[in-house]
């Protein structure tokens, strides 16, 4: 079981990044983004369930999209407006569950960073004015 992500890079503020993050070897109900900073606490940013559900943070509500394709098995974060805290290493999340979680489990553990027990290797978005 894989997950790759793609798409990290350089940009200025204000400018955009889609990141990519291709599943193999399984496929998982829920998803999602962590970010982590230097010299900061991991985050999850945004996340999507099966159902297509979504949630991000305050932070990057209406500048991030999180979205999935599940003919190509593949996770996406488009990012718009990027402001300089918006850099860090994004990590492609997901959770195995042997039976589909619940709405009230759900939105209380989307944001947990532990709740997620499958991740890739991450990417770099450097974010300079």
């Known amino acids: 079981v894989q997950l790759v992500e793609s798409g990290g890079g350089s940009v200025q503020t204000g400018g955009s990044l889609r990141l990519s993050c291709v599943v193999s070897g399984a496929t998982y109900a829920n998803m999602g983004w962590v970010r982590q900073a230097p010299g900061k606490e991991r985050e999850v940013v945004a996340a999507i369930r099966s159902d297509g559900t979504t949630r991000y943070i305050d932070s990057v509500k209406g500048r991030f999209t999180i979205s999935k394709d599940n003919a190509k098995n593949t996770l996406y974060l488009q990012m718009n407006s990027l402001k300089s805290e918006d850099a860090a290493m994004y990590y492609c999340?997901?959770?195995?569950?042997?039976?589909?979680?619940?709405?009230?489990?759900?939105?209380?553990?989307?944001?947990?960073?532990?709740?997620?027990?499958?991740w890739g290797q991450g990417t770099q978005v450097t974010v300079s004015s």
């Open positions: 999340v997901a959770r195995y569950h042997p039976q589909p979680v619940g709405v009230r489990e759900y939105d209380g553990s989307w944001y947990v960073i532990e709740w997620y027990n499958v």
